[in-house]
């Protein structure tokens, strides 16, 4: 036991330490600060036929232990998505491998690390939403069990739930890194959809958040004397527009015994699990994941040097022109990843020329460009990954020539992708669409290489990009950078200047590095 507690505290001060962890609490925190909106705010996170609750300690504690749960869920996974190959990465996992520690032990000690970093940001978002309510509360007294009741049944349930199952993800589709996050991304669109369904069976819920929602629902239904079946549940960001919001008390309510067991039944089989998943572990023995060249196979050819005609070897010739570089970097973004998934992105690039211009636009395009997290989030970092930085930065002019033909190329990769869009918009005369496109690629793009410049890595930006592509989806104006919801001068002019922005950090951050390394 001591082994295990020791290997658990090693493995979660070692990524509690990491960059993408500390910026990820930030981030979680700062976004669990609009969960509650502020009174004059023009949004809303949970409402019911236009009605949200009185600022009374129940409805900071359900609406921020709802909102969390299902925030956590989505971008939790994406953070703790990697803790075994971080082992194979380190080479720590060889040492593990020697070692008499069974894989189930492994792989639970894995669970408990990642439940741990959840229950990081869970305090974080826990004490985020007390403040709010000293903040915001109409005149309420304060109510701790409000608070910790939802978390302790719905929050911290889902965390632990989502632990696993990031490690089940990881061992089955730990070798398709992107196949694993799109996956993942579906399965989490299928857990949320669940939760605004009319069914009202709990114990089969996930998250956990399904019997919260329905009672806020029946006490608006109770203030408003209307049917359960004329109400409709908003979750998320969801702006007022020009309505008013009205008010009702949320009470709280009693979890009952059911759902008490479910949560514990749920937790229970996630965590047996782990001695099934374990079966499927390769224990870091991924040689056979990897082809080599047998030696015995292979001919070894004699070169005769004395018969090298030196004179007719092509003379070196040098250029410095960027063309050649934009060639090599286009091609490195075409090969990445697995080219199975060039079948995916066939298969969107026909559905763009296929469905009306407005849907492809607004929902297409986001996905497509989605799928290719895993190109761009290495533009500017795979020079760390690989440990070819040195060898890049005496390149000559590495700003001016490799720097921009990296973000180049990406931007063109994006835009090559959305030709037909591109094109049924041209023929529309759609000009301001087709600007506001080619910019949110340069948009992305530069983003990705801001962040990836900053971290030295790309899980914070696949991150990111997956909240970005998620709030497209559900019509979030706020992430709107690719002009999918916004037709104003004053939007393409910020997102022009946004993109210069972005422009003259990427460049300087890489500037310093090279004077620096």
Not at 155 to 166: D, E, F, G, K, N
Not at 259 to 264: G, H, K, L, N, V
Not at 432 to 438: G, N
Request: charged letters at 10%; hydrophobic letters at 50%.
């Amino acid at each position: 036991m001591n082994s295990l507690l020791t290997i658990i505290k090693s493995d979660y001060i070692q990524r509690t330490r990491n960059y993408n962890f500390v910026v990820t609490l930030f981030v979680s925190v700062a976004i669990a600060y609009t969960f509650v909106p502020e009174p004059n705010a023009n949004y809303s996170t949970i409402s019911v036929n236009g009605y949200v609750g009185f600022y009374n300690a129940s409805w900071f504690g359900y609406v921020t232990a709802i909102m969390s749960t299902i925030f956590l869920s989505l971008i939790g996974f994406y953070l703790i998505n990697s803790s075994i190959q971080k082992d194979i990465d380190t080479k720590l996992g060889l040492i593990i491998a020697s070692t008499p520690l069974r894989n189930s032990k492994y792989l639970f000690t894995k669970v408990i690390s990642n439940f741990l970093i959840l229950l990081t940001i869970v305090l974080a978002i826990f004490c985020m939403s007390i403040l709010l309510f000293f903040m915001y509360n109409d005149g309420y007294t304060f109510e701790f069990s409000e608070f910790l009741v939802p978390y302790l049944s719905i929050t911290l349930p889902a965390m632990l739930i989502i632990s696993v199952i990031a490690i089940i993800f990881e061992i089955i589709l730990g070798r398709y890194t992107t196949l694993m996050n799109i996956t993942f991304f579906f399965f989490f669109a299928f857990l949320v959809g669940s939760q605004i369904t009319s069914q009202r069976e709990f114990t089969l819920d996930v998250l956990g958040s399904k019997i919260a929602i329905r009672e806020i629902e029946n006490q608006v239904q109770v203030h408003t004397n209307n049917s359960i079946d004329n109400l409709e549940i908003n979750i998320g960001f969801t702006s007022k527009g020009n309505r008013t919001f009205k008010k009702f008390e949320f009470n709280g309510m009693s979890f009952p015994l059911s759902f008490i067991y479910s949560r514990f039944l749920w937790m229970g089989i996630s965590l047996l699990s782990i001695p099934l998943i374990s079966l499927l572990f390769h224990r870091f023995d991924i040689k056979n994941h990897i082809k080599l060249p047998n030696p015995l196979t292979r001919k070894l050819q004699k070169v005769e040097y004395n018969k090298i005609d030196l004179k007719s070897l092509k003379n070196l010739t040098s250029t410095i022109t960027i063309l050649p570089l934009l060639k090599t970097e286009f091609m490195l973004l075409i090969r990445a990843g697995n080219m199975w998934l060039w079948l995916l992105n066939g298969i969107g690039f026909l559905i763009l020329g296929i469905v009306p211009t407005t849907i492809g636009h607004r929902f297409v395009l986001p996905i497509l460009w989605f799928l290719q997290v895993h190109r761009i989030s290495r533009v500017t970092v795979k020079e760390f990954i690989n440990n070819t930085y040195y060898f890049s930065f005496t390149s000559n002019k590495p700003l001016l020539r490799l720097l921009s033909s990296q973000v180049l190329s990406a931007t063109a990769l994006l835009i090559l992708l959305t030709t037909p869009l591109l094109v049924k918009l041209s023929i529309s005369g759609s000009m301001y669409q087709i600007i506001t496109i080619l910019v949110g690629a340069l948009f992305i793009v530069l983003l990705s290489s801001v962040i990836g410049l900053l971290t030295k890595g790309k899980k914070f930006f696949e991150i990111l990009f997956f909240m970005i592509t998620y709030a497209n989806i559900n019509a979030i104006s706020l992430t709107d950078y690719f002009g999918g919801l916004s037709s104003s001068n004053v939007y393409l002019f910020k997102l022009i200047t946004s993109c210069i922005v972005l422009a003259f950090v990427t460049f300087s951050v890489r500037n310093f590095q090279l004077k620096t390394s």
